[in-house]
């Protein structure tokens, strides 16, 4: 079992990356992106992806590539001056718009106030430390001046940042006093971002329960007179399985068994798809699925490659997964992979509880 190996904790990345997220960038023809003049990224693979390669592989994109660019929605509404529980009163429901382009590719968006103005589009990140505001909307509220805007507007990979305190709600949920939230370039042409919700303030909210079919978050009420145990029979509903988490800093790790291999993945709802490293996915003796090879978008001009392999034996704690394709990206992870939201969408509902450390799993949902 690898260790995380950390080099900054942002994000479990090898090298420090501004947008904690997993993207495709518009590549999708057979081999590597071409990368954008203002940030070369690589021309071919890396040495250390796997190489164990089928006589036949295909050499047209799986069912499971990831999508080649974000699209983002748009929400309405107001912005709550206080949370507005659910009927019952003991939990707080917030609308999501989740994205499912394929059955093992998922984006989650929640609609995210800043001070009173919104909702904004911003993604539900576990496998961010950090909330994140696109410099962009932080200058259009004034949340920054013109000169930390321009400063913060860069083609690096690991741009600058800038921590704010805003007034922060999501959908009916207002989180209690300021909020610090970091604000650096996210948005690209190909991925528009306006924001992340990140595993800072989704822990805050002590158990998380993701609907993706209902496209809900639920969380324990703040006024609830009794949470805990009653908060969790209430949320848990619906869910089969338990796997214990592994918390490193802000991040949550289980533990994975791919073949005969066994590791850690980062529990990471703001990647598209379920991603391994090279060596990982080497060691597990895994069948390139594709020939193709897209990019994946890191950061404002820069990117990575990703290739494709085929999971048939594979499974989280005790908890057997259904065989898929997954990414596989040199130089980004550093745990073993993560389980993106392709994946965690087919055992819906999925429940985090931060409390107890334990992921809750619904049952497999059938493809289509």
């Known amino acids: 079992m690898s260790t995380?190996?950390?080099?900054?904790?942002?994000?479990?990345?090898?090298v420090g990356i501004t947008v904690p997220l997993l993207l495709v960038a518009s590549c999708t023809g057979p081999g590597p992106a071409s990368p954008s003049a203002s940030a070369p990224g690589p021309s071919a693979t890396p040495a250390g992806t796997p190489t164990t390669t089928p006589?036949?592989?295909?050499?047209t994109l799986p069912p499971g590539a990831f999508t080649s660019k974000?699209?983002?929605?748009?929400?309405?509404?107001?912005?709550?001056?206080?949370?507005?529980p659910a009927a019952s009163g003991r939990t707080v429901v917030i609308p999501l718009h989740i994205l499912t382009p394929s059955a093992v590719?998922?984006?989650l968006f929640v609609g995210v106030c800043l001070d009173g103005h919104g909702p904004y589009p911003f993604i539900i990140d576990t496998g961010s430390n950090q909330t994140y505001v696109d410099a962009a909307l932080a200058?259009?509220?004034e949340l920054?001046?013109?000169?930390?805007a321009s400063r913060l507007h860069t083609t690096t990979c690991n741009g600058p940042e800038q921590p704010v305190a805003v007034r922060l709600s999501a959908g009916p949920y207002v989180f209690a006093g300021d909020t610090k939230v970091l604000v650096t370039a996210l948005a690209s042409r190909s991925a528009p971002l306006m924001g992340i919700l990140g595993a800072a303030e989704l822990s805050r909210l002590g158990i998380d329960r993701i609907d993706y079919r209902a496209q809900t978050l639920s969380v324990p009420a703040p006024t609830a007179p009794a949470a805990g145990a009653a908060a969790l029979a209430t949320l848990s509903a619906g869910t089969v399985h338990r796997i214990s988490l592994h918390p490193s800093g802000a991040f949550q790790l289980l533990p994975v068994t791919v073949g005969k291999e066994r590791g850690e993945l980062a529990l990471d709802t703001g990647a598209?798809?379920?991603?391994?490293?090279?060596?990982?996915?080497?060691?597990?003796q895994l069948a390139r699925s594709s020939n193709v090879t897209t990019q994946t978008y890191a950061s404002l001009g820069c990117t990575r490659p990703v290739s494709y392999y085929a999971t048939r034996t594979w499974s989280i704690g005790a908890v057997a997964l259904a065989p898929?394709?997954?990414?596989v990206v040199p130089n980004l992870l550093v745990a073993d992979g993560s389980l993106g939201s392709g994946t965690l969408q087919r055992y819906s509902p999925i429940v985090i509880d931060y409390q107890d450390e334990e992921l809750l799993l619904g049952p497999l949902r059938p493809a289509g």
């Open 4 to 14: 995380p190996r950390t080099g900054r904790r942002r994000r479990l990345w090898a």
């Open 324 to 327: 898929q394709t997954v990414g």
């Open 70 to 84: 974000l699209r983002i929605p748009s929400f309405t509404g107001t912005c709550p001056a206080a949370t507005v």
């Open 105 to 107: 590719i998922s984006q």
């Open 144 to 148: 920054i001046s013109a000169a930390a």
């Open 272 to 284: 598209q798809g379920t991603a391994l490293t090279p060596a990982f996915a080497r060691q597990a």
């Open 139 to 141: 200058r259009q509220l």
């Open 55 to 59: 006589a036949a592989t295909p050499t």
